[in-house]
C-alpha cells in the first residue's frame, strides 16, 4: 500500500531524473563534443589566363566539361607570333653571318700583319748596312703598328657579333615560346566551370580566362568552435555527412594555427586600435579544421565545392 501511495512521486521524479542526465548529456555534446554543422567541400581551382594578347580564335571546351590534364583549352590567334619567330631566325642568320664576316676580317688582318712584319725586317736590317734611310725604316715599323691595331679591332668586332649571336639566339627562343603560349593546355586533371569566355574575345595577359576544377584535391573544411579543439588532433577519424543525406569517412589533415581578430585592427602608427565596448555575450570563435576524404570514397567525382556538410569526429 506505502509503494502504490509513493508511485506517482516516484515516477515523476525518475522522469525528471531521466530528463535531467539527458539534459546533462546534451549540454556536454553540443557543446563539448567535437562535431560541427559549419563545414565545407573545399577544393583547388586553378584560375587559367593567357600569357600574350591576341584574339581567341579556337575555343576547344565548354562550361562543366571534364578535361585531363594537357588537353588543349583554347588558343590565341597564332598568326603575329609565326612571323615573330620567323624574324627571329633571320635575325639569327644575319648575326651568324656578322661572325663569319668578321672571322674573314680576321684572317685578312693577320696576314697582313705577317707581310707588313716581314716587311719591317727586311728593311730594319738594310737600315743597319745603311742601305735605306731611317725614315723608310719608320714607315714600315707605323705600318707594323696600324696592323695590329686593325687586327685588334676585328677581334673586337668578332666578339661583339658573337654577342649578337647569341641575343638573336635569345630572341629566337622567346618568339618560339610566345608562339607556344598561344595554345592554353590544362594543368591538371579537373573540371571546367562558369566558362564566360567566348571565341572571339580578346585575351590579355594575366586576365582570367576560365576557372578549372582539380578533380583530384576535393577536402572538407569544417569549422569548430573554440572549446572543442582540444579534443581534436592530427589524424583523427572523422565522419563527414552531406545535407543530400550521403556519408562518408575522413581524417583530420591539419588545423588552422590563427584566424582574424576583427576586435583588434591596426590604427595610427601601427599601434592597436581596441574596441572600447564589450560585448557581455562572448561567442566561441570558429577554427578551420582542413579533414583529407577517404581515397576510396566512391562518389568523390559527385562531389560539389561549396555544398554544406556536417563533421563529426569519432573518438
Known sequence: MTLKKFAPQLITLAVLLLAFVLGWLAWGYYTRSPWTRDARV???VVTLSADISGLIVNLYVQDNQHVTKGD???EVDPARYVLAVQHAQRSVQVAKATVGQSQAAIKASAAQLRQRQSEERRRRALKEGFAISGEEWEKSDTDVAIAIAKLSSDQANLGLA?????LAEAGLAEAELNLQRTRVVAPVSGYVTNLLTRQGDY???GTALMALVDSSSFYVSG???ETKLARIEEGNRVRIQLMSGESFGGTVQSIAFAITDRENSLGN???ANINPSYTWVKLAQRVPVRILIDP???NRA???AGTSATVTVLE
Open 42 to 44: 573545399r577544393v583547388d
Open 203 to 205: 585575351a590579355s595577359p
Open 162 to 166: 658573337q654577342a649578337n649571336v647569341q
Open 296 to 298: 576510396e570514397y566512391a
Open 302 to 304: 559527385r562531389l560539389r
Open 223 to 225: 569549422y569548430f568552435e
Open 269 to 271: 602608427r601601427l599601434l
Open 72 to 74: 588543349l583549352l583554347l
